[in-house]
């Protein structure tokens, strides 16, 4: 089993920047793609940024330009990078992993850090 601890979340004045980091541990060797979503109040949780197993990157349309996702494979953790933050970025962020688990993918989720950002 993998198991995911999110931190780096914060308050943060609009313009401002921070960075996430999601460690995982267990069984680390069946991840594959790892993947930041959000959730804000009242709304549905949305994907921010994904990558790849061989670091492929993709992002939502509005962080596009502001985030970057990046994965150190030796530490078991991923990362995003905000910058040019927006009252808009406020938000619970969680760390998404898909493992492998025999035939299946099975999705582990962290537990979550929260992101305020100011205006």
């Known amino acids: 089993q993998v198991q995911l601890v999110e931190s780096g979340g914060g308050l943060v004045q609009a313009g401002g920047s921070l960075r996430l980091s999601c460690a995982a541990s267990?069984?680390?060797?069946?991840?594959?793609?790892m993947t930041w979503y959000r959730q804000a109040p009242g709304k549905q949780r949305e994907l921010v940024a994904h990558?790849?197993?061989?670091?492929?990157?993709t992002y939502a349309d509005s962080v596009k330009g502001r985030f970057t996702i990046s994965r150190d494979n030796a530490k078991n953790t991923v990362y995003v990078q905000m910058n040019s933050l927006k009252p808009e970025d406020t938000a619970v962020y969680y760390c998404?992993?898909?493992?492998?688990?025999?035939?299946?993918?099975?999705?582990?989720w962290g537990q979550g850090t929260l992101v305020t950002v100011s205006s």
């Open positions: 998404n992993a898909a493992t492998v688990v025999g035939a299946s993918y099975v999705e582990v």
């Open positions: 267990g069984s680390t060797f069946s991840i594959t793609r």
């Open positions: 990558i790849s197993s061989g670091g492929r990157t």
